[in-house]
């Protein structure tokens, strides 16, 4: 067994990144999967949405990266590596002073790659290893990008940025040029949607593209307003993955602050089953 590393991956911040990296791990664990969440956000938000406290950690996510810039502590990726309240659903967790590490990592030798070889001492414990980033173009980022089998983009519909896709595109492009290593976007997921933002969607999206010309349907928004999108990003960033939409609940919010999965929480229909379509396509390879 080698586990897949998926990396939830934007360089802007608020797009529900670790929201979407925290529900889909639960909905891994609920069907049988050993699943590890990385930290990599000096924010330390998916430690403390796995109810962690990042004041009183042993070691974190920032230990081992320092191990893999040349400092000789001895120290393995396992050793990161906490229990959660979630059976089979384990955290290397992220504190603030990951911050301090991107010296260190600039300097190093193999320097994108400190993360993926990090992660070979535990590849064959898990069945996935999800990789929360963090909202910033910097190694920290190029490392997750670098050492995930696939990008997971997550995009808030509240102030959906069609640019903003475009410079991760060209952030990909860089990584490829700079480091060798080919990347692409195999997954977007369009989070906190709420009907109120389909017309200004649309509106931005028809200005932006003239063959997406034409009215909004009235009798199926969502859905026409997903194949606009899907056309979208083919013709903007060649995308060909998979689109997903999941709309907002405060149910999401409640679960995280209890520091659980919506899984592991209570039940939400139409949020449950976008994850519940995410997480099925993952397992069976479609990302």
Do not use: W
């Not at 260190?104 to 980033?133: C, F, N, P, W």
């Not at 903003?164 to 040029?177: D, G, Y």
């Amino acid at each position: 067994m080698r586990a897949k590393c998926i990396a939830f991956a934007h360089h802007k911040g608020g797009t529900g990144k670790t929201t979407s990296c925290i529900n889909i791990a639960g909905e891994l664990v609920k069907r049988g999967k050993k699943v590890l969440v990385v930290d990599m956000d000096p924010q330390a938000n998916a430690t403390a949405g796995l109810n962690i406290n990042k004041r009183y950690l042993p070691f974190s996510v920032y230990d081992v990266l320092l191990e893999g810039c040349g400092r000789k502590r001895k120290l393995r990726f396992r050793n990161v590596i906490l229990a959660t309240e979630i059976e089979d659903l384990h955290l290397a967790p992220s504190e603030l002073n990951l911050a301090n590490i991107l010296g260190h990592m600039q300097k190093a030798k193999g320097s994108s790659q400190i993360l993926d070889r990090a992660l070979d001492d535990v590849r064959e414990l898990y069945d996935y290893i999800l990789i929360d980033t963090p909202p910033s173009y910097t190694p920290l980022l190029t490392n997750a990008i670098v050492a995930a089998d696939s990008i997971i983009l997550p995009l808030d519909s509240g102030f959906f940025s069609i640019d903003s896709i475009e410079t991760f595109a060209e952030i990909l492009k860089n990584i490829e040029e700079r480091e060798g290593v080919k990347k692409g976007i195999n997954t977007v997921i369009v989070t906190r949607f709420q009907e109120p933002t389909v017309r200004p969607i649309h509106k931005m999206l028809r200005d932006r593209v003239p063959k997406l010309s034409g009215f909004l349907s009235l009798e199926d928004p969502l859905s026409e307003l997903e194949d606009k999108l899907r056309l979208h990003l083919s013709v903007g960033v060649g995308f060909r993955g998979d689109l997903f939409i999941v709309p907002y609940s405060k149910k999401v919010y409640e679960a995280q602050k209890r520091g659980l999965p919506l899984s592991h929480y209570r039940s939400d229909g139409k949020v449950k089953s976008a994850y519940e379509g995410i997480t099925e396509k993952i397992i069976n390879g479609r990302i």
